[in-house]
């Protein structure tokens, strides 16, 4: 099976200040903004970095209900992108990795995607655009 990393995503507080930062401060070049989503993609190389408002995020995951600032809440997220998302989870879950949620579309992100934590909680995508080959 292989992952390949393909976005950092940071669950951040304050999305337009966020944008801004990344943006004009560090002067990273935005490929796609999405203000009613809330959503913007920084070109960073091969590996790019997302913002998304840490409660869409939650939403996404089920963890709606624990608040902003909890410490069990994310702050970013890895992205990998596997061939086969109900694969790769099978996969996983043979080796006891217990997840956040299974395998499900989200077709508002054009994606199927599953998460789960690793030992220290930190939050991890498996992903797979819909209706891509490749």
């Known amino acids: 099976m292989k992952m390949k990393l393909l976005q950092i ?3 951040v507080k304050d999305f337009r200040k966020s944008v801004s930062f990344y943006k004009n401060h560090l002067e990273l070049p ?3 903004y999405e203000e009613e989503m809330e959503y913007a993609l920084f070109e960073t190389g091969e590996t790019k970095i997302e913002l998304l408002p840490r409660n ?3 939403e996404g995951v089920g963890e709606e209900h624990k608040p902003v600032d909890a410490e069990t809440q994310s702050s970013f997220l890895f992205q990998f992108k596997v061939e086969d998302v109900d694969k790769s989870y099978s996969n996983f879950r ?3 990795i217990m997840f956040v949620n299974p395998p499900h579309d989200r077709t508002d992100w054009g994606a199927r995607v599953a998460h789960f934590r690793d030992p220290d909680g930190n939050l991890i995508e ?7 080959d490749k």
Do not use: C, D, Q, T
């Open 30 to 32: 935005i490929s796609l």
């Open 126 to 132: 498996i992903y797979r655009m819909l209706g891509r």
């Open 9 to 11: 995503r940071l669950l």
């Open 56 to 58: 869409v995020m939650a």
């Open 94 to 96: 043979e080796k006891n």
